[in-house]
């Protein structure tokens, strides 16, 4: 076995903490972490790269050093990524993006190989417990901000008298409201669906919310001060045969729309009961 020298191995062990900072950034932005606002999000990548920087910047260890720069241009990349998939930049906005970035990243790399971009101890001390400050301070204010609300209403009743085979009708309305000033990625209300027929279960379904569709990383985000609606559908197969067509006993008068906290094994007659699932989570 050929012997590995120490400065060989610290690389590798530097190379491999870098990886992992990397990821844990990104899993950082594409998940949910502590609900925070996705403004606040990508400041925060964004403080960790200067901070990043200038640490590295100060550090007099070459290979330690050049491991923190990659870790910076790292968080870098991050928060370019999660700005794209994140907020609508559109085309020319994504373009300046990229672009400014390459000067910029063209610009470091003049400062540090030509005129030997050197911060002292004490300034990069200073701008790490700035940064710390600040990021602490968003999370605050993000986290005692007000969340979301979601009101939903169903309808009493609903009809598919002349349904199309496969395809929707609308049981209800879904209203979001941010009352914050800072942006908020939502986490809407999810609801079942089971339809009856002779008073027996005939088919269960999940009820879609139409225009709920993913905005980016994270799903639909809703501006500071914003409201939506969006219309709650469930699919004409909970009262069809497996060919698709509606069955008689769900032809000719309206069908009950209920709401309860789980499916009935039976009901009394034709209806449609629904179940939001948040409530059988939590049980």
Not at 242 to 262: D, H, K, M, R, S
Request: charged fraction near 20%; charge should be negative; aromatic fraction near 10%.
């Amino acid at each position: 076995m050929v012997p590995v020298s120490f400065p060989e191995g610290s690389k590798l062990l530097y190379a491999v903490g870098v990886l992992f900072g990397v990821l844990a950034l990104a899993y950082f932005g594409s998940e949910l972490v502590f609900a925070l606002s996705p403004t606040v999000k990508a400041v925060l990548l964004f403080v960790a790269f200067v901070v990043l920087l200038v640490l590295a910047s100060a550090i007099e260890r070459p290979e330690l050093d050049a491991a923190v720069y990659a870790l910076a241009a790292g968080s870098y990349l991050v928060f370019v990524w999660y700005l794209i998939a994140t907020f609508d930049l559109g085309k020319g906005g994504v373009f300046l993006v990229l672009g400014l970035s390459s000067l910029l990243f063209l610009g470091l790399g003049y400062l540090v190989r030509e005129t030997g971009l050197v911060v002292g101890r004490r300034t990069a001390v200073g701008v790490l417990i700035i940064g710390v400050v600040l990021a602490g301070g968003l999370i605050a204010a993000d986290a005692l901000g007000p969340q979301p609300t979601y009101t939903t209403e169903f309808d009493e009743e609903v009809s598919v008298e002349g349904a199309e085979p496969w395809s929707d009708v609308r049981v209800g309305t879904l209203v979001v409201e941010n009352e914050h000033v800072l942006s908020r990625t939502l986490d809407a209300p999810t609801y079942e669906a089971c339809s009856y027929t002779a008073g027996s279960l005939h088919q269960r379904d999940e009820v879609r919310t139409d225009g709920y569709e993913s905005e980016g990383a994270q799903g639909y985000r809703l501006g500071g001060g914003e409201s939506a609606s969006f219309e709650l559908t469930v699919g004409t197969w909970l009262f069809a045969d497996e060919n698709g067509e509606i069955l008689v006993a769900f032809e000719g008068e309206p069908i009950p729309v209920e709401t309860a906290g789980e499916c009935p094994a039976e009901t009394d007659g034709t209806r449609l009961v629904i179940v939001d699932q948040r409530s059988n989570e939590s049980a």
